[in-house]
């Protein structure tokens, strides 16, 4: 049965190749492949030939006089035995995938068909050259993976915007800024104006003012609108006959320009200063860009600002309130109990390293200071962390000058043993971290043993051996 095809090939019968002796074919396969196996009818590689001199190919030279099935991967093995069959039955193959095995490096891709010369049983195999195909594929993947990673980044920065923006206590809406017409407002909004959110899309925006403050928030709209800045007026409800504060500012979004506004019901007559000038400290703790956590005395969280929720990946205070502040706060069982003991004792901590994890994942080098405070007879924790990833981000003088003790070790290559080098080496972390876990909790030797993971006897037997400072010189470790 002849061998059917899809491929269109050159008409040799009509003499348009010519007679074309060895040393022709030779050259022809030489230019169409980079790489050509010549093969018996046993499948044992009988010759090799490079057509890009891809230096990748040289240890190809070893394939010499094994089995073409023998060089691939195991699960490629099958297609080779599939070409070898072909070939013989029908004088040429379809083009398969092959991957060879590489001593030097990933498997080697190759897309071969196997050609029969002539009526003997002379096999040559064409081979192309897949890494870089294989390459430009990883890479799309790579690329895939960004987008997707972006895409749910930003549904999830949509989603906070959302919870944010529903259970906030202030009014708020958003209008176009070229036709006034309302494109969202919160239920705050809606309750203001006495009117659903729902039924506020879509209208002109202002809803429900006297006559006198709408041509005032025209004008004022109209200047927030040139110049970019964020400017505030009391404005007058037709209906509740009530005053507001009314604060406008620019933001673009998708190449579109729109106002986005706060309408702040006027305080009470009977409020004092005080209280105002409270709210306007909770205001710059809510917006700060430090975290801010507020905990019992047991590291159960009370209150947090926006800056710690997202440090943490959380959408909403109320996720986190009452939990275990060690949920998120360094490492498990260690940092957090080290930071209460030292607060029970001293009543305040300051540039205490440690980690937040986030709830999906993240990771994010902090430094943490805090202070034990009354609050109504019962005391409380407030923290103050600060993200200082960027500034670790050359690596702390410690892990320098680590690294460069083991780069000294190293030179000792060839000079010393290798069990000595491991057994030096493996003394020299060790005491790093120990110096690390003990100005970590400022030489408390019990505490120091708690964040190491080993007990108070061993630490201090690694302690005299290393021979660190007097022993009887503890002056926590009695407590």
Not at 112 to 141: E, K, P
Not at 360 to 374: D, I, K, R
Not at 430 to 444: D, G, K, M, P, S
Request: hydrophobic share 40%; with cysteine.
């Amino acid at each position: 049965m002849k061998h059917q095809s899809s491929a269109s090939t050159f008409d040799a019968r009509v003499g348009a190749l010519g007679e074309l002796d060895g040393a022709s074919v030779a050259a022809v396969i030489h230019a169409a492949a980079d790489v050509a196996l010549m093969v018996d009818e046993t499948g044992i590689i009988r010759d090799i030939a490079f057509g890009s001199g891809d230096a990748n190919f040289e240890e190809a030279r070893e394939w010499l006089g094994r089995d073409w099935q023998q060089t691939v991967t195991t699960e490629t093995r099958g297609k080779v035995k599939e070409m070898l069959a072909e070939v013989m039955q029908h004088g040429v193959s379809q083009r398969r995938q092959v991957n060879h095995r590489s001593a030097s490096g990933p498997d080697i891709p190759v897309a071969y068909t196997a050609i029969r010369l002539g009526r003997g049983n002379v096999i040559v195999a064409i081979g192309r050259d897949l890494r870089g195909l294989s390459t430009l594929q990883q890479r799309l993947v790579e690329a895939q993976q960004a987008m997707e990673r972006d895409y749910w980044r930003m549904r999830h920065i949509e989603t906070r915007y959302r919870l944010l923006f529903q259970l906030s206590s202030e009014a708020v809406i958003v209008a176009d800024a070229s036709t006034l017409k309302i494109v969202d407002a919160n239920p705050a909004a809606g309750k203001l104006l006495d009117l659903a959110p729902k039924r506020l899309i879509g209208r002109a925006f202002p809803v429900d003012f006297d006559p006198e403050s709408e041509r005032a928030l025209d004008a004022l709209l109209a200047n927030v609108r040139s110049s970019g800045r964020t400017e505030e007026l009391r404005v007058r409800l037709d209906a509740q006959n009530r005053t507001v504060t009314l604060g406008a500012s620019l933001v673009r979004q998708d190449n579109a320009s729109l106002f986005l506004l706060r309408l702040m019901p006027d305080a009470a007559p009977g409020a004092t200063e005080s209280v105002e000038g409270q709210n306007r400290l909770l205001d710059v703790i809510q917006s700060a860009p430090d975290a801010f956590v507020v905990t019992d005395v047991e590291g159960r969280v009370i209150s947090t600002n926006r800056a710690f929720l997202d440090l943490a990946q959380l959408a909403t205070e109320e996720q986190m309130r009452s939990q275990p502040l060690g949920r998120w706060f360094g490492r498990p069982g260690a940092d957090l109990p080290v930071l209460l003991a030292t607060l029970r004792e001293h009543g305040v901590v300051r540039l205490f390293s440690t980690s937040i994890r986030g709830e999906y994942g993240s990771n994010a080098e902090v430094e943490c200071s805090a202070v034990l405070a009354p609050s109504g007879g019962q005391p409380v924790v407030g923290l103050t962390i600060r993200d200082v990833g960027r500034r670790l981000a050359s690596g702390p003088q410690g892990a320098r000058d680590l690294t460069r003790a083991v780069e000294q070790l190293t030179g000792l290559v060839g000079r010393v043993q290798l069990r000595d080098l491991v057994r030096d080496t493996t003394d020299l972390v060790e005491r790093h971290f120990i110096e690390a876990a003990l100005e970590l909790t400022e030489h408390n030797r019990t505490s120091a043993a708690e964040v190491l993971g080993v007990s108070r006897q061993s630490l201090y037997v690694k302690l005299r051996r290393y021979q660190f400072g007097n022993l009887d010189r503890d002056k926590t470790d009695s407590e």
